[in-house]
């Protein structure tokens, strides 16, 4: 049976607790503002009402709604009057012995029916409950920060939490303006367990030499259409918080290669290069200001020391593609451009080849496609080639014919000086060195995959999982939706390839993904439990 919430008390009043303390009391909910550090709830307070104040003056909501979110907000000093609220809800520190002794002391407060919530983003809920006499009525609550604008919330059963106390709590997160989405009590849940192949791939392939942070960045960013780039973001979040969290994962989850982290973001946390909140992370920052004239602190996505020439008059393209589509796509762009397509059999020995791959490296590549790797240069095709390109040489690709792909693909057809690097580069096209499987297929790949992984292990709903990690992590899609989009089967050659050639398990197709690859129907089909 869903209660019916009339007031609800918050247990330590920082951000996050502040932020549900809002939203909570903008819908009518009286709220109970309690904080162990002396004078802490009434400077939360004061705090959310000159923001909401501000919010106010700038026509945001009128002064009767500001007035009656306020009245909702009463600050508590003696703990014993959580007692009245229905509903308890916990943001302190993320320490499980503490956490436990807050809920063994609210036990000692609260009346039978109220519920005792926890706000943690990685402990385990059965754990938070397990010192408990009623850990029936605990579940987990999680929010995403800010709290009014992330309109996503976790609720989180223990194993022995009640289905009415989540029948609440869902119910309660809709009626605050949040999706309410149910997780399994697994490390992560959904978005901190579905937001792990963003980062780590993103790390492993700067590991590699591939490309530069600030070119996996504007690869990610703009062609495949994140947000922010990856180590834009872990500036944003700071290392000292997403490293613990990979570790943390990672170690629950038994050394899963999925989880693996990167011992480079170990060292810049040792070295204290912990992103925007010192100013210098992945970049330096003045102001908490991201500064655009820095040099890369990799070698690698340097882009070619010669010039390259813009006239395309006198170029040859032989084309190589995996799928027809990405092949009448090159046609067609290239026959607007007035580039001459080498038709023939086997390329000329001029022709610069064009091949548009997935899950592989050019080397590779060219030897299944039985041409010169000399003349090879290799494009993406999964992401949107009307904001970004991505090109690929083998390792012996001769200079002229890595100029004619850039003068091809560049904007416009032409280049601009890069003072950062001191050499001239296509605005719009960025130069990786030979990986399996470019930058963009191999991140959105293992998005995907994780996306469908969660799902086979019955963490959350397929429709869960998609919102979820969308509104929770800001992605173009969420990554259900997206391998529908992009196509699961082409994902699965993508994951397929990359892992017959490294033999890394990270990169193993998910048996979610592979079953309806190969019947060809949506990521989001659930099989019927019998």
Not at 93 to 100: A, R, T
Not at 159 to 169: A, G, H
Request: proline share 4%.
């Amino acid at each position: 049976m869903i209660m019916t919430v009339k007031s609800l008390a918050i247990i330590g009043t920082g951000i996050m607790g502040m932020g549900i303390a809002q939203i909570a009391a903008q819908v009518g909910i009286q709220v109970l503002l309690f904080d162990a550090k002396a004078g802490a709830a009434e400077h939360g307070r004061q705090s959310l009402q000159s923001t909401l104040e501000k919010l106010a003056a700038k026509g945001k909501f009128t002064d009767e709604q500001l007035q009656s979110t306020l009245k909702n907000l009463i600050v508590i000093e003696d703990i014993a009057k959580i007692a009245e609220a229905d509903v308890v809800i916990e943001a302190i520190i993320e320490n499980l012995e503490i956490k436990q002794q807050l809920f063994k002391q609210l036990e000692s407060i609260v009346p039978a029916e109220t519920i005792l919530a926890t706000n943690t983003s990685s402990l385990a809920v059965t754990a938070i409950a397990s010192n408990c006499e009623h850990p029936e009525r605990v579940a987990g609550f999680h929010f995403f920060n800010p709290v009014p604008l992330m309109k996503i919330v976790e609720v989180i059963p223990g194993i022995s939490t009640k289905p009415s106390v989540v029948e609440t709590l869902t119910s309660l997160a809709k009626r605050m303006g949040h999706l309410g989405v149910v997780a399994k009590d697994t490390p992560g849940f959904i978005v901190n367990h579905g937001g792990r192949a963003y980062g780590t791939e993103a790390l492993k392939i700067l590991g590699e030499g591939i490309a530069s942070f600030e070119g996996i960045d504007r690869i990610l960013r703009d062609g495949a259409g994140f947000r922010m780039g990856p180590f834009e973001l872990l500036d944003l979040t700071g290392i000292d918080v997403s490293h613990p969290v990979m570790e943390s994962i990672y170690n629950q989850f038994y050394h899963e290669d999925r989880y693996r982290p990167h011992p480079l973001t170990r060292q810049m946390l040792i070295g204290k290069k912990l992103g925007r909140k010192v100013g210098e992370g992945f970049y330096h920052y003045t102001e908490n200001k991201k500064q655009n004239d820095q040099k890369s602190t990799s070698n690698a996505n340097q882009q070619p020391p010669y010039k390259t020439d813009s006239n395309t008059s006198n170029i040859s393209v032989w084309i190589g593609a995996d799928l027809a589509e990405d092949k009448q796509q090159l046609v067609d762009y290239l026959n607007a451009s007035d580039i001459t397509i080498d038709d023939n059999d086997k390329p000329n020995s001029d022709s610069l080849i064009l091949l548009a791959i997935y899950g592989e490296d050019t080397t590779n590549a060219a030897i299944r496609y039985q041409v010169n790797p000399n003349q090879a240069v290799a494009i993406d095709m999964l992401t949107d080639l009307s904001k970004h390109r991505t090109l690929m040489p083998s390792i012996v690709t001769e200079d002229n014919f890595v100029a004619q792909a850039y003068a091809l693909f560049g904007r416009n057809n032409k280049f601009v000086k890069s003072s950062d690097k001191g050499s001239d580069v296509a605005v719009d096209a960025t130069l990786i060195t030979e990986s399996t499987g470019f930058v963009a297929q191999r991140v959105v790949a293992m998005v995907i995959n994780l996306g469908c992984d969660i799902a086979m292990q019955g963490i959350a709903s397929p429709e869960d999982i998609d919102n979820a990690v969308k509104l929770g992590l800001g992605y173009p899609y969420g990554p259900i939706s997206w391998g529908d989009e992009l196509g699961a089967q082409r994902i699965l050659l993508i994951l397929e390839r990359i892992y017959g050639l490294t033999g890394d398990q990270r990169y193993r197709p998910s048996p979610w993904l592979q079953r309806r690859a190969t019947l060809g129907i949506s990521l989001f089909t659930q099989q019927t439990n019998y």
